[in-house]
Each structure stands twice: as C-alpha cells, then as structure tokens.
C-alpha cells in the first residue's frame, strides 16, 4: 500500500512538471507579447490590440498550471523557523496536514470555479475589448485548480504513510 502511494505521488510530480512546464511556456510567450507592445507602444504608438486582456487571461493559466507541481515538489518559498527542530515523524505529520488543508482550500477554489466556468459556458462571457470567450480559459484553470488539489491530497497520504513507517521502525519502544 504505502509504496504504491509513494509511486502514484511520484507519477504525479512528473505529470504536474508538465503542466508546469507548459505555464512556463505560456509565461515566456506573454513576456514576449508584453515586451514587444511596449516597444511599440513607446516607438510607434500602435499598441498590439488586447494585450492586457490577453494577459489577463494567461496569467490565471500560468499559476494555476504551475501550483500542482510547486505543491507536491515543496518549490516554493518557505520560512522555517521551528519544524525543522522537530523529529522527522511530526514533521511528515505536519506535511500531511498541511496538504490535507491546502487540498480542501484548493478543492474550494476549483468547485467555486468550476460553478464559474458552467455560468461563462452558457452565456458565452468574452472579455470587454477584444471578445476573447472566457470559458476555455477558466476551465483549463478549474482543471488545474482539481489536480492541485488532488496533488495535495496524494502528498498528505504519502507524508502520513512516511510517518506511520517511521513509528514502525525497528527499535521503536512502541513496538519493542
């Protein structure tokens, strides 16, 4: 059971790398697009039409697609002034809380959006400007904002796991 888990949260690191590397590529093509319509607006006074919405739209993708992956792979930027005293054990405890609550406050944010996304389907909602439709963005969000989710939840029960085997450990007084 517990290396079947510890593989399915393996498996899940290389599928959200991929997800995250296709918000990389979109964050590369909106700094592109971003770069060349200010040189234009600065050189030539001809903006490129939509660009801020575009934006807009592209960087909701960007977390999005990038959170699964930054969650499972603990990337992202961490003060730690007190667990990292703490036994291995209660750390892999409060790893495991913590992706059980990021997982029920991410699950919260992708059903609230999910709830969105049905809405902007049936009424076709574009942006202001340029019509850009809303709903595909959204769904690919809402999608990424499950995964996220569910990444958390596979890397509460891997960490539980982690800690329940260390409690298992030969020469624990618990079990001597």
């Given at each position: 059971?517990?290396?079947?888990?510890?593989?399915?949260?393996?498996?899940?690191?290389?599928?959200?790398?991929?997800?995250?590397?296709?918000?990389?590529?979109?964050?590369?093509?909106?700094?592109i697009v971003t770069v060349v319509d200010?040189?234009?607006?600065?050189?030539?006074?001809?903006?490129?039409?939509?660009?801020?919405?575009?934006?807009?739209?592209?960087?909701?993708?960007?977390?999005?697609?990038?959170?699964?992956?930054?969650?499972?792979?603990?990337?992202?930027?961490?003060?730690?002034?007190?667990?990292?005293?703490?036994?291995?054990?209660?750390?892999?405890?409060?790893?495991?809380?913590?992706?059980?609550?990021?997982?029920?406050?991410?699950?919260?944010?992708?059903?609230?959006?999910?709830?969105?996304?049905?809405?902007?389907?049936?009424?076709?909602?574009?942006?202001?400007?340029?019509?850009?439709?809303?709903?595909?963005?959204?769904?690919?969000?809402?999608?990424?904002?499950?995964?996220?989710?569910l990444g958390f939840v596979v890397q509460?029960?891997?960490?539980?796991?982690?800690?329940?085997?260390?409690?298992?450990?030969?020469?624990?007084?618990?079990?001597?």
């Amino acid at each position: 059971m517990v290396g079947a888990l510890l593989a399915v949260e393996r498996l899940a690191v290389v599928l959200t790398r991929r997800l995250a590397l296709v918000g990389g590529f979109v964050l590369l093509a909106a700094s592109i697009v971003t770069v060349v319509d200010a040189l234009l607006r600065k050189f030539f006074s001809r903006p490129i039409q939509g660009t801020f919405e575009t934006t807009e739209l592209l960087l909701a993708v960007i977390i999005f697609f990038a959170m699964p992956y930054t969650g499972l792979t603990d990337a992202h930027a961490v003060l730690d002034l007190t667990t990292n005293r703490f036994p291995k054990r209660a750390r892999d405890v409060i790893v495991g809380l913590n992706g059980l609550f990021c997982a029920v406050v991410l699950g919260a944010v992708a059903y609230e959006m999910g709830l969105l996304a049905a809405e902007y389907g049936k009424t076709a909602r574009t942006t202001i400007t340029m019509r850009i439709p809303i709903y595909p963005f959204i769904v690919s969000v809402t999608a990424a904002g499950w995964l996220a989710s569910l990444g958390f939840v596979v890397q509460a029960l891997a960490a539980f796991c982690r800690a329940a085997r260390a409690d298992a450990a030969p020469g624990n007084a618990r079990h001597a």
